[in-house]
């Protein structure tokens, strides 16, 4: 099986610009959150979706919005990017059978100028 | 909401020496506790967990304590190698598909 897959794998933009990034999680699983960890931090939460719906949030603006579609992949949107805004945004999803392991894939590194 | 803290930052050790990482956490709602290994430009790998309803969980050199009243968890590496080089990352949860508070992570070098 693969795992979690995400796109693109580097990515850089200018300030004020959109970004729109991709996550494909394991297969089987429906849970899919998203994280951004910051050079030298741990990640921090930023969404999570189960079944399409969203069922968290972490202390991130409104800038930032995300979707899951019927095939469980998801997309994390980011609008009037910021400088702060660089970092590796990963994404992590777990099964209904073991609900509370989260299997990350390998990131998406933002760069912005 | 859950705060999670991490100590020492740095941690350098002989190779086949023992290494302890610690973490503390504020959420008495916690139940799940991952432990986390990246390497360098790679994303974060579980390595072990526990749930708040054992103390301790073994998987051949690694294993992880849990003292809830405490409210801290320890991951114990023996007989390090210099494969285990990395930086560790400690997680708390609230359980089932819920959002992971992660520490600001560990830096363990062995030294060969």
């Known amino acids: 099986d693969a795992g979690v897959t995400q796109s693109p794998t580097h990515l850089i933009k200018t300030r004020g610009q959109h970004v729109t990034l991709r996550c494909s999680p394991i297969s089987g699983h429906k849970s899919v959150s998203w994280y951004q960890q910051v050079l030298g931090q741990g990640p921090q939460f930023i969404f999570q979706?189960?079944?399409?719906?969203?069922?968290g949030r972490g202390n991130f603006p409104d800038r930032f919005s995300a979707r899951q579609f019927p095939n469980y992949s998801s997309e994390l949107n980011v609008n009037a990017l910021l400088l702060g805004d660089s970092a590796l945004y990963l994404c992590?999803?777990?099964?209904?059978?073991?609900?509370?392991?989260?299997?990350f894939g390998p990131g998406t590194r933002l760069t912005v100028t | 909401g859950e705060n999670v803290e991490q100590h020492p930052s740095t941690l350098s050790v002989q190779e086949g020496d023992s290494a302890v990482i610690k973490c503390t956490y504020s959420?008495?709602?916690?139940?799940?506790f991952p432990w986390y290994k990246q390497e360098l430009g790679k994303r974060p790998q579980l390595i072990i967990d526990i749930r708040s309803n054992v103390g301790e969980k073994k998987d051949q050199r690694i294993a992880v304590t849990l003292n809830k009243t405490a409210k801290h968890f320890s991951l114990h590496i023996t007989e390090t190698q210099p494969e285990d080089s990395a930086v560790y990352f400690c997680?708390?949860?609230?359980?089932?598909?819920?959002?992971?508070?992660f520490g600001k992570g560990i830096t363990l070098s062995v030294r060969p």
């Open positions: 997680a708390a949860s609230r359980g089932a598909n819920s959002k992971l508070t």
């Open positions: 979706y189960y079944e399409k719906e969203e069922r």
């Open positions: 959420d008495s709602a916690s139940n799940y």
């Open positions: 992590a999803s777990s099964s209904q059978g073991a609900p509370y392991e989260q299997y």
